[in-house]
């Protein structure tokens, strides 16, 4: 059983620029989140799918954020006119919801996310 | 609201010492409890997490982790340290969401684990 995927790993880019990740679930995990890792803080939620339903959305995640899960699979976080503040490690993760809130949510290796 | 608290930042063991690294909750309902470990640059492993039932849980690596109701903590805890143990620990709280099932983790800031020879 393959783990959670991100592509890329690392992305530098210019400010004002788009940029977009990928991730990939676990096999059969329906559910899939996307948070965001500044350097020395916790992961802060950003957004998580159910299926292809996108169930919550934080605060956080502005009008230049947009996340997608079109076929329930995998999803993309695309960051549009991104700022410097963007810069961060954006980590997908995912889970059943077999045993509801005991589920385990895991997690990929992250993207990191460099705007110059 | 739910909340995470890691009180230390940062926590310095001697090899074969046991350790402890602290986190305090508040949650309404139920709590779900999970302990995460990040090496640099990598994302997040699962250690081991509370649902219901013995309040001492045991997880990978020999690291366990004890539930206190009363005292709303949720201690990570190893008998004997090893320096490969040296790392970044979070602690994290399962919300229930509006459809009564697990939602979001909300995590501590984290504790730095260092473990010397």
């Known amino acids: 059983d393959t783990g959670v995927s991100q592509d890329p790993r690392h992305k530098i880019t210019k400010r004002g620029q788009n940029v977009t990740f990928r991730c990939d679930p676990i096999?059969?995990?329906?559910?899939l989140y996307w948070y965001r890792q500044t350097l020395g803080q916790g992961p802060e939620f950003l957004t998580y799918?159910?299926?292809?339903?996108?169930?919550?959305k934080s605060r956080l995640l502005s009008d230049r954020f947009s996340a997608e899960r079109p076929k329930g699979s995998f999803s993309t976080l695309e960051i549009q006119r991104t700022e410097q503040g963007d810069s961060a490690m954006y980590l997908c993760?995912?889970?059943?919801?077999?045993?509801?809130?005991?589920?385990?949510?895991?997690f990929g290796e992250g993207s990191w996310l460099t705007v110059v | 609201a739910q909340s995470v608290a890691q009180p230390e930042d940062q926590v310095n063991v001697a090899e074969g010492n046991p350790l402890t690294v602290k986190c305090t909750y508040s949650?309404?309902?139920?709590?779900?409890l999970f302990w995460y470990v990040q090496y640099p640059n990598r994302g997040l492993q699962f250690l081991l997490k509370?649902?219901?039932?013995?309040?001492l849980v045991k997880g990978s690596y020999g690291f366990e982790a004890e539930f206190n109701k009363s005292q709303t903590s949720f201690h990570l805890k190893k008998p004997s340290a090893l320096v490969s143990d040296s790392a970044l620990y979070f602690c994290?709280?399962?919300?229930?969401?509006?459809?009564?099932?697990?939602?979001?983790?909300?995590f501590g800031q984290g504790t730095e684990l260092s473990v010397k020879p």
């Open positions: 993760a995912s889970s059943s919801n077999r045993e509801y809130s005991g589920n385990t949510i895991y």
């Open positions: 096999s059969e995990h329906n559910r």
């Open positions: 799918f159910q299926n292809e339903a996108q169930l919550e």
């Open positions: 949650v309404s309902g139920n709590p779900y």
């Open positions: 509370y649902i219901t039932g013995d309040n």
């Open positions: 994290a709280v399962r919300a229930p969401d509006r459809y009564n099932q697990g939602g979001k983790l909300i």
